[in-house]
Protein backbone atom coordinates (compact mmCIF):
# COMPACT_ATOMS: atom_id res chain seq x y z
CA UNK A 1 0.00 0.00 0.00
CA UNK A 2 1.52 3.21 -1.02
CA UNK A 3 1.37 5.85 1.71
CA UNK A 4 2.98 9.38 1.86
CA UNK A 5 3.12 11.34 5.36
CA UNK A 6 3.72 14.94 5.43
CA UNK A 7 5.24 16.64 8.83
CA UNK A 8 7.17 19.71 9.43
CA UNK A 9 4.86 22.33 9.41
CA UNK A 10 3.83 24.86 11.79
CA UNK A 11 3.80 28.51 12.23
CA UNK A 12 7.29 31.46 12.04
CA UNK A 13 7.56 34.59 11.22
CA UNK A 14 8.74 36.39 8.03
CA UNK A 15 12.17 35.20 7.41
CA UNK A 16 12.33 31.65 9.48
CA UNK A 17 12.57 28.30 8.26
CA UNK A 18 10.84 25.06 8.31
CA UNK A 19 11.52 22.02 7.05
CA UNK A 20 9.00 19.57 6.08
CA UNK A 21 8.94 15.71 5.81
CA UNK A 22 7.17 13.41 3.39
CA UNK A 23 8.01 9.65 4.82
CA UNK A 24 6.66 7.08 2.08
CA UNK A 25 6.17 3.27 2.50
CA UNK A 26 5.04 1.00 -0.43
CA UNK A 27 7.37 2.19 -3.43
CA UNK A 28 11.13 2.95 -3.05
CA UNK A 29 11.18 6.47 -3.40
CA UNK A 30 15.08 5.87 -5.32
CA UNK A 31 12.63 5.14 -8.38
CA UNK A 32 10.33 7.43 -8.20
CA UNK A 33 9.90 11.54 -8.82
CA UNK A 34 8.73 13.25 -5.38
CA UNK A 35 7.11 16.41 -5.31
CA UNK A 36 6.17 18.92 -3.20
CA UNK A 37 2.79 21.08 -3.99
CA UNK A 38 1.53 23.92 -2.29
CA UNK A 39 -1.83 25.46 -2.16
CA UNK A 40 -3.11 28.88 -0.51
CA UNK A 41 -7.15 28.98 -0.14
CA UNK A 42 -8.47 30.44 -3.18
CA UNK A 43 -5.54 29.62 -5.18
CA UNK A 44 -4.48 27.00 -7.79
CA UNK A 45 -2.23 24.14 -6.31
CA UNK A 46 1.11 24.97 -7.21
CA UNK A 47 4.17 22.60 -8.02
CA UNK A 48 7.49 23.77 -6.03
CA UNK A 49 9.91 21.37 -6.17
CA UNK A 50 10.81 17.91 -7.26
CA UNK A 51 13.51 14.95 -7.38
CA UNK A 52 14.18 12.03 -8.71
CA UNK A 53 17.58 10.07 -9.39
CA UNK A 54 20.03 12.80 -10.63
CA UNK A 55 18.09 15.56 -11.17
CA UNK A 56 15.89 18.05 -8.38
CA UNK A 57 13.29 20.73 -9.69
CA UNK A 58 12.50 24.22 -8.23
CA UNK A 59 9.35 26.37 -9.42
CA UNK A 60 10.99 30.19 -10.10
CA UNK A 61 9.09 31.17 -6.72
CA UNK A 62 11.46 29.12 -4.27
CA UNK A 63 14.37 29.16 -6.31
CA UNK A 64 17.34 29.87 -3.59
CA UNK A 65 14.87 30.01 -0.63
CA UNK A 66 13.80 26.18 -0.62
CA UNK A 67 16.10 22.54 -1.08
CA UNK A 68 14.72 19.56 -1.83
CA UNK A 69 16.59 16.21 -1.18
CA UNK A 70 15.71 12.50 0.02
CA UNK A 71 16.89 9.49 2.16
CA UNK A 72 16.95 6.66 0.55
CA UNK A 73 17.66 4.85 3.59
CA UNK A 74 14.58 6.09 5.74
CA UNK A 75 12.37 6.47 2.58
CA UNK A 76 11.48 10.01 3.12
CA UNK A 77 11.68 12.94 1.17
CA UNK A 78 12.49 16.96 2.81
CA UNK A 79 11.81 20.20 1.79
CA UNK A 80 14.07 22.80 3.41
CA UNK A 81 12.80 26.24 3.47
CA UNK A 82 14.54 29.46 4.35
CA UNK A 83 13.77 32.95 4.40
CA UNK A 84 10.10 32.10 4.33
CA UNK A 85 7.27 34.85 3.38
CA UNK A 86 4.13 35.37 3.76
CA UNK A 87 3.09 34.26 0.29
CA UNK A 88 4.47 30.52 1.41
CA UNK A 89 1.64 30.30 3.68
CA UNK A 90 -0.21 27.34 2.10
CA UNK A 91 -1.17 23.76 2.74
CA UNK A 92 1.97 22.01 1.45
CA UNK A 93 1.63 17.99 0.16
CA UNK A 94 3.92 16.02 -1.24
CA UNK A 95 3.19 13.48 -4.41
CA UNK A 96 4.52 10.51 -6.41
CA UNK A 97 4.73 9.99 -9.82
CA UNK A 98 6.03 6.25 -9.64
CA UNK A 99 6.18 6.28 -13.39
CA UNK A 100 7.93 9.51 -14.51
CA UNK A 101 10.78 7.45 -16.35
CA UNK A 102 8.75 5.66 -18.51
CA UNK A 103 6.64 8.49 -20.26
CA UNK A 104 9.00 11.70 -20.00
CA UNK A 105 6.82 14.11 -18.03
CA UNK A 106 6.52 17.08 -16.51
CA UNK A 107 7.40 17.48 -12.84
CA UNK A 108 5.20 20.15 -11.99
CA UNK A 109 1.95 19.08 -13.94
CA UNK A 110 0.18 17.48 -10.51
CA UNK A 111 -2.11 15.16 -12.83
CA UNK A 112 1.16 13.17 -13.39
CA UNK A 113 1.18 12.50 -9.82
CA UNK A 114 -0.68 9.44 -8.57
CA UNK A 115 -0.20 9.04 -4.60
CA UNK A 116 -0.51 12.04 -2.70
CA UNK A 117 -0.41 12.72 1.43
CA UNK A 118 -2.73 14.82 3.19
CA UNK A 119 -0.72 17.78 3.52
CA UNK A 120 0.57 19.83 6.38
CA UNK A 121 -0.19 23.60 6.89
CA UNK A 122 2.92 26.28 6.48
CA UNK A 123 1.93 29.68 7.91
CA UNK A 124 3.99 32.32 8.19
CA UNK A 125 3.28 35.82 9.57
CA UNK A 126 4.91 39.27 8.56
Known amino acids: QVQLVESGGGSVQTGGSLRLSCATS????????VAWFRQAPGKEREAIAAINTGSSYYADSVKGRFTISQDNSKKTVYLQMNSLKPDDSAMYYCAADRQYWRYERSWNLAANFGNWGQGTQVTVSS
Open 26 to 33: GFSISSAR
